[in-house]
């Protein structure tokens, strides 16, 4: 779904481009509340740990997109993220999540052009977050509040993000598209292929999410305030507690495991199963083949990157060129990813420190 330069033009990329830089700094300010948002009623111990964790999601992202799957013949999908991103630390987080994953894989593996990172953030990054953690929170309102709702609003949440993005690609490409391309069959196109990534996304989504919650519901943003199911056994048997009036709260731990099992699952996808996935073009590459798209298509500006199409320069074995480069880049999105947020965190502390120590702020 990574566009390259030269399929949007000029001015559309270049009105794209600042679109996602507004998105970005409202989600900055809307992140530093997700980041250590403990004042909120049934937040739970998990809220003020969330900063930590976002960099690792961003990780996990960049993992498991070079993970590339088949859905139809010569067709490949992967995960967009947002979603799971989303879910997992909150949406103006998750889009924080997803940029920081966009402007890596262009810098530094020449995936998804320069020039058009404002189209990509827009279509992967914003697109995903908003329509998936829209229909996510309306679905768990209607749902019961359980463990298990909030895995199947995941699904259905990231299944319907991803022809979403297609959609919205369709319509940047319907105004700045650089080729005369009938856009009734470049949306049918568009729209059927991801559908069936959608599936893909979904699955690893309500997987990802269900795993978590598993262990640790108090570290998903989306399954905050959940009450915790509590059971008393009577004559041998166990049988449902009456519910309190307010939220258990769940325990305060560290979340040092979790982070280190997502650090080790992340190194392995990328160093590892991503020699396995599949090579065949993903939805976009293939629609725009198809099409007649990529006619106008440019080289990328850093297509001579040391890390390059996922592989390190001068590396001549394959899976250890490839298991290399995904481990570089799961390491610099972590650290970058975690600087971030962290910045973001500690500007907030800042913000309510003044705040505290101003004549205003000052109590009587």
Wanted: a neutral charge.
């Amino acid at each position: 779904m990574h566009a390259p330069d030269g399929f949007i033009d000029v001015p559309v990329s270049a009105a794209a481009g600042v679109l996602a830089a507004g998105a970005i700094a409202v989600s900055l300010r809307g992140a530093r509340r997700e980041l250590d948002d403990t004042a909120r009623p049934g937040a739970g111990a998990g809220a003020e740990r969330t900063a930590p964790l976002a960099g690792l999601v961003a990780a996990f992202i960049f993992a498991v997109q070079m993970l590339n799957f088949p859905v139809a013949a010569g067709t490949s999908g992967h995960l967009l993220g947002g979603a799971l991103a989303a879910i997992l630390v909150g949406p103006y987080t998750g889009v924080l999540c997803v940029s920081v994953v966009l402007l890596l894989q262009s810098v530094l593996f020449a995936d998804g052009g320069l020039t058009a990172l404002g189209v990509n953030i827009t279509t992967m990054a914003l697109t995903t977050t908003v329509v998936a953690y829209a229909l996510f929170r309306g679905l768990v309102k209607v749902l019961s509040r359980s463990r298990r709702s909030v895995t199947a609003a995941s699904f259905v949440a990231a299944l319907v993000s991803v022809p979403a993005s297609a959609v919205v690609f369709t319509l940047l490409y319907a105004v700045g598209g650089t080729t005369d391309v009938s856009i009734g069959k470049v949306a049918t196109a568009m729209v059927g292929v991801h559908v069936l990534i959608g599936l893909g996304e979904a699955a690893i989504t309500a997987l990802t999410v269900g795993a978590v919650i598993a262990v640790r519901p108090d570290l998903v943003h989306g399954a905050r305030g959940l009450r915790q199911k509590l059971q008393l056994r009577v004559n041998g048997e166990l049988v449902d507690a009456p519910e309190t009036a307010e939220p258990v709260p769940a325990p305060a731990r560290s979340p040092r495991r979790v982070w280190i099992a997502g650090l080790v699952t992340s190194l392995v996808l990328a160093g590892f199963v991503s020699f396995y996935a599949s090579a065949n073009p993903d939805g976009l590459e293939k629609v725009a083949a198809d099409h007649g798209i990529d006619k106008q298509a440019e080289e990328h500006a850093v297509a001579d990157s040391p890390l390059a199409d996922y592989g390190v320069k001068d590396v001549d074995d394959a899976r250890l060129s490839g298991g290399l480069a995904g481990v570089i880049g799961v390491g610099v999105t972590v650290v970058a990813g975690t600087g971030v947020f962290w910045a973001v965190r500690r500007r907030r502390t800042a913000d309510e420190q003044a705040e505290a120590t101003s004549p205003a702020g000052t109590s009587v």
